[in-house]
């Protein structure tokens, strides 16, 4: 099997993963939400725990991807990108669930939260690792170390969620589009730095044995 | 604990000839380091550690701490009444048996009324040797001790770099065996004398101690390595540290205004810092030399006090206090009328 073969694979994988999660979400969410206008909160948590379930196990598997790709030495910028454009088709694609993914994210109920807290501390793990992975003969001119670059995805992917939530015409869409093929440009232009890293910049002195 | 008639007759030191700088550390961590993504300065900068030094390959703990008996001797002497008691108290040893004490004593040709032992505490080992020896000294049953450390971290640190240079090492590996890297050598040694024998009047006024033994697998260290949970054992630190400080300053009627030095034990940046403002310590008074020499061990207390009195920064009359804490977790604080 080729390169293009596996790639072609890997993304049908993620892409009938997450057609699945976005048409179940959808259809759970509205149920939920009618629910909700009567009193009963309580399928809008199941809903907003599968949303994090799904979105959770499409992120295992882009990081398994681009982590065994990073181990026969398919790692660099351009590996990197291509897991980006991955991570942003998966937002892309639960686009019509992007409304319930907010309500989501500010869902006060309990266990929603924990499972919240939860999805962020694993999906930003893996996402570090696979940095890591795929910029492991780089990693020292990464522009940020590995933890705070996923931060800064994970950031800047969650503000593009809001913004597709939010957009109601096809030129909304088309912004919010642009809006990530700028992120990618820069983060092309900069992930990788000649000089000293950001980190040099702000080491804080740690803790040593007495 | 209060003395009435123990005095410091003189404390001197030894230098390892040898100095190693963090950088060529880093210089041979190097695939390591650009692995990690860890830039060059990375390890100073995190520790505040920029030298260390190393004896010859083969020194021995005992050697160096002979090395620094036979420097206090020949500066000062020894007095009339001969020395009734050795005790060596550095973390590391040359062998399980004999204790360094009877090495260094059969150096330095000390006779069979010489009672000779090691004090194993950790980094507060020389603090505790001196109070082992104090004792004896006030109860009446000696007139003189000597007490030496001699700390070599040689072999630990090739070990360390050895092992961060195998195949395979992530950073949680890394930033385990970090530590090990700031740690250096040096040798001490400190002369104590009942008043009678005193011709200098550096006083030993006593101080606290206190125990956290709920912390004592913090830090566990082995001849080739050392693993901890340092920045628990910072906390944990700091914390006995402030009761311990409050014990001896209400033990000895002082306050911090009335300290002119605080020789604290040499660790590293964050743990110099996290000590002083927790104690509220004035940083003008706490001299650092972790920067040159690393961390030291048992010998770090009394190279700072003997550094600041060559300094000027302690003088006749002034009052200082040394403050120690070893894995354990140890604290102790003493008093000393300079």
């Known amino acids: 099997m080729d390169r293009d073969e596996r790639r072609t694979l890997g993304r049908r994988a993620a892409d009938r993963l997450l057609g699945t999660a976005s048409g179940l979400v959808e259809r759970a969410r509205m149920r939920a939400q009618k629910l909700a206008e009567q009193g009963d909160t309580r399928p809008s948590v199941v809903t907003d725990v599968l949303l994090m379930e799904s979105q959770h196990a499409v992120y295992v598997q882009l990081h398994q991807r681009f982590t065994e790709k990073a181990s026969r030495g398919e790692g660099g910028l351009e590996q990197a990108l291509e897991a980006l454009d991955a991570m942003w088709d998966s937002i892309r694609q639960l686009r019509g669930s992007a409304p319930a993914v907010l309500l989501t994210l500010s869902n006060v109920h309990e266990q929603v939260q924990h499972r919240r807290a939860r999805f962020y501390e694993e999906s930003t793990g893996l996402l570090e690792d696979a940095i890591r992975a795929v910029f492991a003969a780089d990693l020292g001119q990464l522009a940020v170390p590995p933890a705070r670059m996923a931060m800064l995805v994970r950031v800047a992917l969650e503000g593009l969620v809001v913004e597709l939530a939010q957009a109601r015409t096809a030129e909304d869409v088309a912004e919010v589009d642009q809006a990530y093929a700028d992120l990618r440009a820069l983060f092309a232009r900069f992930v990788l730095t000649p000089g000293p890293s950001v980190e040099m910049i702000s080491l804080e002195p740690i803790p040593l044995p007495w | ?338």
């Open chain 2, 1 to 338: 604990m209060r003395y009435q008639r123990v005095h410091i007759e003189a404390i001197a030191y030894a230098l390892p000839p040898i100095e190693v700088t963090t950088l060529s550390l880093e210089r041979m961590l190097g695939p390591l380091l650009r692995r990690l993504g860890l830039a060059d300065g990375v390890l100073e900068a995190l520790t505040g550690v920029a030298a260390r030094r190393f004896w010859p390959d083969g020194f021995l703990n005992s050697d160096a701490a002979t090395l620094a008996a036979r420097t206090l001797v020949e500066r000062h002497g020894l007095p009339a009444c001969g020395v009734q008691a050795l005790v060596s108290t550095s973390v590391g040893k040359d062998y399980l048996e004999p204790p360094i004490a009877s090495l260094v004593a059969g150096d330095l040709g000390l006779g069979a009324d010489c009672l000779n032992f090691d004090v194993g505490h950790a980094c507060l080992g020389f603090m505790t040797g001196m109070t082992a020896v104090a004792n004896l000294i006030e109860l009446g049953q000696i007139d003189a001790a000597l007490v030496v450390a001699g700390e070599g971290s040689r072999t630990v640190t090739q070990g360390t770099l050895r092992r961060l240079l195998q195949p395979g090492v992530d950073f949680r590996t890394f930033s385990e065996h970090l530590a090990t890297l700031t740690l250096g050598s040096m040798a001490v040694a400190a002369l104590l004398v009942h008043e009678r024998h005193a011709t200098v009047g550096h006083r030993l006024l006593g101080g606290a101690t206190r125990a956290s033994p709920r912390h004592s697998r913090l830090c566990l260290g082995t001849a080739n390595e050392m693993k901890t949970e340092a920045a628990t054992l910072l906390r944990a630190g700091v914390d006995l540290a402030e009761g311990t400080y409050a014990a001896a300053l209400a033990e000895l009627g002082l306050s911090t205004e009335k300290i002119a030095e605080f020789a604290l034990h040499q660790v590293g940046r964050a743990n110099h810092d996290a000590l002083t403002q927790r104690l509220g310590l004035p940083p003008d008074r706490a001299l650092r030399l972790y920067a040159e020499y690393g961390n030291v061990g048992a010998a770090g207390v009394p190279f700072t006090l003997a550094s600041a009195v060559e300094r000027g920064r302690v003088r006749d009359g002034d009052l200082a206090l040394l403050c120690g804490i070893g894995s354990g977790l140890n604290c102790t604080m003493l008093g000393v009328q300079w």
